[in-house]
C-alpha cells in the first residue's frame, strides 16, 4: 500500500475511532425514568420523615473533624405539614415560587423565562420543588435551607429546626424592592430573625440574627443545606457534569451522583466529602442548564460538605460555619447567598466580578479543551448577539474558525491537488510494480520527492478539526442560549436532534416522527443529517481515491455512517458540520482549481453508467 494510500486510511481509522469511543461514552443517553417514588413513611415521635434534610451534627468544635452529618428524625418536616404551612410568595422578574414558613425552606421555584417544552401550555422549568409532583409534571423533592444548630450545651428544641414554624415578622411578598422578615421567638429567651432579599435575576441574600435574652452563654453554628431526593430524571451525558460543583478557595472539585453513592457504599452510611474552605468558595447542585448554589460571603471560612444518605436516598450539599459563643444580651450574626437559577454566562459573570463569588464562571462545565471551548463560547455570545439567531451564529463561528485554520489547511489543501495529479504516475507504478511491495514502495518515495509532495500533510485538517469538534460541541451542549432556540423553518430547537424525518417525508405523510433513541429514531433521519452526509460525500470526492477497490468502498461508505452516526445529536451541532464540510469543500475545490486541477466530482458516476449503457462487449 502506498503512503498516500496509509495516511488516508489512517486518518480516516483515527476519526472513525474517535467517533466510536464518542458513542460509547460520550453520546447522550435516554432519559431513565425511575419508578414513582413515595416520600418516606417512616416517622419518628414527633411525626416526621426519617432522614429527609436533616442539619447538620451539633458539635462545640469545627464539624470537620468528623466528616459526618446527623440524620435526626426530628430536623424533618413531613409532607403534610409542609402542604398546610403558609407561605410567603417570591415574584421577581425571572422566578416565581414561594418560601414555606415551615422551617423557612426555599422549595418552590420557577424560572419564569423557561418552559420544560416547546408547547404552547408547557410549564415553567420548576428547579426547586417540595413534593412529588404530578403525573404530567413530576419532581423531586429539591430544596434548600439555612439555620441554626444547636453545640454543646443547648438543647435541640432551642434552636429552629425543619418543623419550626416562623411568624412572617415585615413584607407580604419578596420582590427586588420588598425583602421579608422571619421571625421565631424559642420561648426560653432566644429570639431569631431572618432578614431575606432577592435581586431582579437569580440571587437571594439570607441575613440570620439571634438575641440572646438567657443569663447564659449559648453556642450555636450557622449552616446552609441543599437537599435532593433522587437523582433528578433527566438526560445525562458524561461529556457534561451533573452533581455537586463546589470551590474551596482555589480548588474546583466536581463530585458525581455516583461518586457520592460510591463513597456512602464504601465508606458506611452519611459519610460525607468533607473540604475547609478559609477565604472563598461555593458548594451546590449543577444540571446541564440549572444551579442551585449556596455562596457565603467573601473571606468567610466554612465547612463544606458533600454526601448521599442511602436510606433515605439524599445527595446533600451543605456550608457549615464556626460556632458561635452568644453571650448573654448578645446577638450572633450570619450571612450567606443562594443562587438558584438559570446557568446563564453573563448573569454568573457578573456576580463573579461585582458580586464577589470567587470563580463563579467556572460553575458552567468547560471540560478539558477549556482553552479552546472559553474563547469559542465568548465568540459565538457575541456573535449571536449580534445577529440575533443562534443558528446564524453558529455559521458565523463556522466560517471564523475556518478563516483561523486556513493557513495551515491551505498547505494540506496543495498537497492533496498535487496528489490528485499524481493519480496517473501511481496507477502507472501500481502496474510495473505492483507484485513487488518492496519497490513499489522505492519508487513511490522517489516520486513524492522528485515532485516536492508530502502525503502525510493531508492528515492536518482532520487532526485540527478534531479538538475543534470536541470543543464546539462542549460549547453547543452547555450554552443555555441554544435551549429553545430557533433557527429556520422547521428546526426550533437547536439544542435537540433535528425533528424531521425520512420516515413521514419530512411532515408530508400524516404520521410523527419515531422518537431518537427508539429502534425506529436510528433510521430516521431528519434534513440536517440527510445535507451532513451529501457535505460529507462532496468533500470526499475532492480527495485522492485509493487505488484498492477494498478500501474504496470503505472510503464510499464513510458520508453515509457518518450521516447515521450523527443523526441524533443536537441540530446546533449538525448544522456546524454540515457549514464546516461546505466551507472546505469551496476552499479546496477552488485551491486545486487554481492548480490545474479541477475535479470532476460526478465523473466516476457518469463512467458506471456509460458502462452499463455500453453492456456487454461482442465476442469474436
Same mark, same amino acid.
Given at each position: 500500500?502506498?503512503?498516500?494510500?496509509?495516511?488516508? %486510511?489512517?486518518?480516516?481509522?483515527?476519526?472513525?475511532?474517535?467517533?466510536?469511543?464518542?458513542?460509547?461514552?460520550?453520546?447522550?443517553?435516554q432519559?431513565?425514568?425511575?419508578p414513582?417514588?413515595?416520600?418516606?413513611?417512616?416517622?419518628?415521635?414527633?411525626?416526621?420523615?426519617? /432522614?429527609?434534610?436533616a442539619?447538620?451534627?451539633?458539635?462545640?468544635?469545627?464539624?470537620?473533624t468528623?466528616?459526618?452529618?446527623?440524620?435526626?428524625?426530628?430536623?424533618t418536616?413531613?409532607?403534610?405539614a409542609?402542604?398546610?404551612?403558609?407561605?410567603?410568595? %417570591?415574584?421577581?422578574?425571572?422566578?416565581?415560587?414561594?418560601v414555606?414558613?415551615?422551617?423557612?425552606?426555599?422549595? &418552590?421555584?420557577?424560572?419564569? &423565562?423557561?418552559?420544560?417544552?416547546?408547547?404552547?401550555?408547557?410549564?415553567?422549568?420548576?428547579?426547586?420543588?417540595?413534593?412529588?409532583?404530578?403525573?404530567?409534571?413530576?419532581?423531586?423533592?429539591?430544596?434548600?435551607?439555612? /439555620?441554626?444548630?444547636? *453545640?454543646?450545651?443547648?438543647?435541640?428544641?432551642d434552636?429552629p429546626?425543619?418543623?419550626?414554624?416562623?411568624?412572617?415578622?415585615?413584607?407580604?411578598?419578596?420582590?427586588?424592592?420588598?425583602?421579608?422578615?422571619?421571625?421565631?421567638d424559642? /420561648?426560653?429567651?432566644?429570639?431569631y430573625?431572618?432578614?431575606?432579599?432577592v435581586?431582579?435575576q437569580?440571587?437571594?441574600q439570607?441575613s440570620?440574627?439571634?438575641e440572646?435574652? #438567657?443569663a447564659?452563654?449559648?453556642?450555636?453554628?450557622?449552616?446552609?443545606?441543599?437537599?435532593?431526593?433522587?437523582?433528578?430524571?433527566?438526560?445525562?451525558?458524561? =461529556?457534561l457534569?451533573?452533581?455537586?460543583?463546589?470551590?474551596?478557595?482555589?480548588?474546583?472539585?466536581?463530585i458525581?451522583? +455516583?461518586?457520592?453513592?460510591?463513597?456512602?457504599?464504601?465508606?458506611?452510611?452519611?459519610?460525607?466529602?468533607?473540604?475547609?474552605?478559609?477565604?472563598? /468558595?461555593?458548594?451546590?447542585?449543577?444540571?446541564?442548564?440549572?444551579?442551585? #448554589?449556596?455562596?457565603?460571603?467573601?473571606?468567610?471560612?466554612?465547612?463544606?460538605?458533600?454526601?448521599?444518605?442511602?436510606?433515605?436516598?439524599l445527595?446533600?450539599?451543605?456550608?457549615?460555619?464556626p460556632?458561635q459563643?452568644?453571650?448573654?444580651?448578645?446577638?450572633?450574626? @450570619?450571612? #450567606?447567598?443562594?443562587f438558584?437559577? *438559570?446557568?446563564?454566562?453573563e448573569?454568573?459573570? @457578573?456576580?463573579? &466580578?461585582?458580586?464577589? %463569588?470567587?470563580?463563579?464562571? &467556572?460553575?458552567?462545565?468547560?471540560?478539558?479543551?477549556?482553552?479552546?471551548?472559553?474563547?469559542?463560547?465568548?465568540?459565538?455570545h457575541?456573535?449571536h448577539?449580534?445577529?440575533?439567531?443562534?443558528?446564524?451564529a453558529?455559521?458565523?463561528?463556522?466560517i471564523?474558525?475556518?478563516?483561523?485554520?486556513f493557513?495551515?489547511?491551505r498547505?494540506?489543501?496543495?498537497?492533496? *491537488?498535487?496528489?490528485?495529479?499524481?493519480?496517473?504516475?501511481?496507477?502507472?507504478?501500481?502496474?510495473?510494480f505492483?507484485?513487488?511491495?518492496a519497490?513499489m514502495?522505492?519508487?513511490?518515495?522517489?516520486?513524492?520527492?522528485?515532485?516536492? =509532495?508530502n502525503?502525510?500533510?493531508?492528515?492536518?485538517?482532520?487532526?485540527?478539526?478534531?479538538?475543534?469538534?470536541?470543543?464546539?460541541?462542549?460549547? %453547543?451542549?452547555?450554552?443555555?442560549?441554544?435551549?429553545?432556540?430557533?433557527w429556520?423553518?422547521?428546526?426550533?430547537?437547536?439544542?435537540?436532534?433535528?425533528?424531521?424525518?425520512?420516515?413521514?417525508?419530512?411532515?408530508?405523510?400524516p404520521?410523527?416522527a419515531?422518537?431518537?433513541?427508539?429502534?425506529?429514531?436510528?433510521?430516521?433521519?431528519?434534513?440536517?443529517?440527510?445535507?451532513?452526509?451529501?457535505?460529507?460525500w462532496?468533500?470526499?470526492?475532492?480527495?485522492?481515491?485509493?487505488?484498492?477497490?477494498?478500501?474504496?468502498?470503505?472510503?464510499?461508505?464513510?458520508?453515509?455512517?457518518?450521516?447515521?452516526?450523527?443523526?441524533?445529536?443536537? @441540530?446546533?451541532?449538525?448544522?456546524?458540520?454540515?457549514?464546516?464540510?461546505?466551507?472546505?469543500?469551496?476552499?479546496?475545490?477552488?485551491?486545486?482549481s487554481?492548480?490545474? +486541477?479541477?475535479?470532476?466530482?460526478?465523473?466516476?458516476i457518469?463512467?458506471?453508467?456509460?458502462?452499463? @449503457?455500453a453492456?456487454?462487449?461482442?465476442k469474436?
Open positions: 500500500m502506498d503512503d498516500q494510500n496509509k495516511n488516508l %486510511i489512517l486518518a480516516t481509522v483515527l476519526s472513525t475511532a474517535v467517533m466510536l469511543v464518542w458513542f460509547a461514552f460520550f453520546a447522550p443517553k432519559p431513565e425514568t425511575p414513582e417514588e413515595q416520600l418516606a413513611s417512616q416517622t419518628s415521635a414527633g411525626g416526621t420523615e426519617s /432522614g429527609a434534610g442539619a447538620p451534627a451539633s458539635t462545640t468544635t469545627s464539624p470537620a468528623t466528616g459526618t452529618l446527623a440524620t435526626n428524625p426530628a430536623d418536616a413531613s409532607a403534610t409542609l402542604a398546610k404551612a403558609p407561605r410567603v410568595r %417570591i415574584e421577581t422578574p425571572r422566578l416565581s415560587g414561594s414555606s414558613l415551615l422551617g423557612g425552606r426555599f422549595d &418552590d421555584l420557577s424560572l419564569k &423565562d423557561y418552559k420544560v417544552s416547546l408547547a404552547p401550555d408547557a410549564p415553567l422549568v420548576p428547579l426547586l420543588a417540595h413534593d412529588m409532583g404530578t403525573a404530567t409534571a413530576p419532581t423531586l423533592p429539591y430544596y434548600a435551607v439555612q /439555620g441554626w444548630a444547636p *453545640a454543646a450545651g443547648l438543647a435541640a428544641s434552636a429546626g425543619a418543623e419550626t414554624l416562623w411568624q412572617l415578622e415585615s413584607g407580604e411578598v419578596l420582590t427586588p424592592q420588598t425583602p421579608v422578615t422571619l421571625k421565631w424559642n /420561648g426560653a429567651g432566644l429570639v430573625h431572618r432578614t431575606i432579599s435581586d431582579d437569580y440571587l437571594f439570607i440570620d440574627r439571634v440572646n435574652g #438567657t447564659t452563654a449559648v453556642n450555636l453554628m450557622p449552616y446552609g443545606l441543599i437537599v435532593r431526593k433522587g437523582i433528578p430524571q433527566a438526560s445525562r451525558t458524561y =461529556v457534569h451533573e452533581g455537586i460543583v463546589r470551590q474551596s478557595d482555589t480548588n474546583l472539585e466536581e458525581t451522583y +455516583k461518586n457520592l453513592t460510591k463513597m456512602d457504599a464504601l465508606a458506611g452510611e452519611g459519610q460525607a466529602e468533607v473540604t475547609e474552605v478559609t477565604q472563598k /468558595g461555593w458548594i451546590g447542585f449543577t444540571d446541564r442548564y440549572w444551579m442551585t #448554589t449556596i455562596a457565603p460571603l467573601d473571606g468567610q471560612a466554612f465547612t463544606s460538605v458533600a454526601k448521599y444518605v442511602s436510606g433515605a436516598d445527595y446533600q450539599a451543605e456550608t457549615r460555619f460556632v459563643t452568644v453571650q448573654p444580651g448578645g446577638t450572633g450574626k @450570619s450571612d #450567606t447567598r443562594l438558584a437559577g *438559570a446557568k446563564e454566562w448573569v454568573i459573570r @457578573s456576580y463573579q &466580578d461585582k458580586a464577589g %463569588i470567587y470563580n463563579f464562571v &467556572d460553575s458552567i462545565d468547560w471540560g478539558w479543551f477549556f482553552f479552546l471551548t472559553k474563547p469559542m463560547f465568548r465568540l459565538l457575541w456573535l448577539g449580534a445577529i440575533g439567531n443562534m443558528g446564524w453558529i455559521i458565523g463561528l463556522t471564523l474558525i475556518k478563516s483561523l485554520v493557513p495551515l489547511a498547505k494540506s489543501y496543495i498537497s492533496m *491537488a498535487r496528489m490528485k495529479e499524481l493519480q496517473p504516475e501511481m496507477e502507472k507504478l501500481k502496474e510495473r505492483g507484485d513487488d511491495r519497490k514502495q522505492q519508487e513511490t518515495m522517489a516520486l513524492y520527492k522528485r515532485e516536492k =509532495v502525503p502525510a500533510s493531508g492528515c492536518l485538517p482532520i487532526l485540527i478539526q478534531i479538538p475543534i469538534f470536541f470543543s464546539l460541541y462542549k460549547v %453547543i451542549y452547555v450554552t443555555i442560549e441554544l435551549y429553545h432556540a430557533k429556520i423553518g422547521w428546526i426550533h430547537d437547536l439544542s435537540m436532534p433535528d425533528p424531521s424525518s425520512i420516515l413521514n417525508l419530512f411532515g408530508a405523510l404520521w410523527d419515531p422518537v431518537h433513541g427508539s429502534p425506529l429514531g436510528i433510521i430516521s433521519l431528519g434534513v440536517l443529517p440527510i445535507l451532513l452526509g451529501i457535505s460529507m462532496f468533500q470526499q470526492k475532492l480527495n485522492p481515491a485509493p487505488t484498492d477497490p477494498a478500501q474504496a468502498a470503505i472510503f464510499a461508505w464513510m458520508p453515509w455512517i457518518f450521516m447515521f452516526m450523527l443523526g441524533s445529536f443536537a @441540530s446546533g451541532l449538525v448544522l456546524y458540520w454540515i457549514a464546516n464540510n461546505t466551507i472546505t469543500f469551496i476552499q479546496q475545490y477552488t485551491i486545486m487554481m492548480h490545474g +486541477k479541477r475535479p470532476d466530482l460526478f465523473g466516476n457518469r463512467q458506471g453508467f456509460k458502462r452499463k @449503457s453492456g456487454p462487449k461482442a469474436g
